[in-house]
């Protein structure tokens, strides 16, 4: 199984320990997302010292307060490491509004133009701003690959399907009992681009929820969703590290 999506820097216990801890449940890859410059580094740097980890370099919305030419030239840098399998998270995050919102979109735009030129696709977070988000993704990543992480946009699934070149991957709140409509999202996600990921320390699955993730419970959250598909662990499985594989270009 593979991690798509999560913050070893965030969570508890060394990269050593939690490496070990995933591919002894089973992990056999995982990608640690960044959300600043500094963040970014530190993932790059995980990245090089444990063969199944790679990383993603990117300025979260809610760190996008000034972004710079500086920033983007500095980002640019970063995702050209080999090491780098994807740009962002980026997004738009009008939930907590943490940055101006003109500084996200400025943020966005930029992190789609860079991970057009290095080639890599784009992680996306979206929280309270999927119109925007899609009008973004819509005028500005036609040839970009796209990973929706955390997919949340359960009202405009059929605009999000009509892209092909756009992945869709599930955390651990897919497993809890009122998401029902999210459950119903995934099952319409073909195979070849459903992810799974933890978002890890956050979004813990249902049979850990309220204890903090790590990147070995996204088994948890893949046999879950195996099960909804009606399909064994086995095949979800060599179908998820396929979409995978397809996306980041292992």
């Not at 993730?213 to 948890?220: E, I, K, L, S, T």
């Amino acid at each position: 199984m593979v991690d798509s999506h999560t913050h070893l820097s965030s969570c508890e216990g060394s990269d050593d320990e939690l490496v070990a801890a995933a591919l002894e449940a089973g992990v056999t890859r995982l990608v640690t997302i960044g959300t600043d410059i500094e963040n970014s580094e530190a993932a790059l740097a995980a990245a090089e010292r444990f063969p199944q980890v790679y990383a993603a370099v990117g300025i979260h919305p809610n760190s996008a307060t000034g972004f710079s030419d500086a920033d983007f030239v500095a980002l640019e840098q970063l995702a050209r490491h080999p090491r780098c399998v994807a740009v962002g998270e980026t997004g738009l995050d009008y939930y907590r509004d943490h940055a101006p919102r003109e500084d996200q979109i400025n943020a966005f735009r930029a992190q789609i133009e860079i991970a057009r030129e290095v080639g890599k696709p784009v992680v996306i977070h979206t929280r309270e701003a999927d119109a925007d988000t899609l009008r973004i993704l819509e005028h500005h990543a036609a040839s970009v690959k796209v990973i929706l992480h955390c997919f949340s946009m359960t009202t405009r699934v059929d605009e999000c399907l009509a892209h092909p070149n756009w992945w869709f991957s599930f955390a651990g709140n897919v497993t809890y009992p009122k998401n029902e409509a999210l459950r119903e999202a995934m099952l319409r996600v073909p195979a070849g681009r459903l992810l799974v990921e933890t978002d890890a320390p956050y979004l813990s699955p249902q049979p850990l929820r309220g204890k903090p993730n790590v990147p070995a419970n996204v088994v948890h959250t893949a046999q879950a969703l195996a099960l909804e598909r009606r399909v064994s662990y086995h095949d979800f499985n060599l179908e998820v590290e396929a979409a995978s594989a397809a996306v980041f270009g292992w």
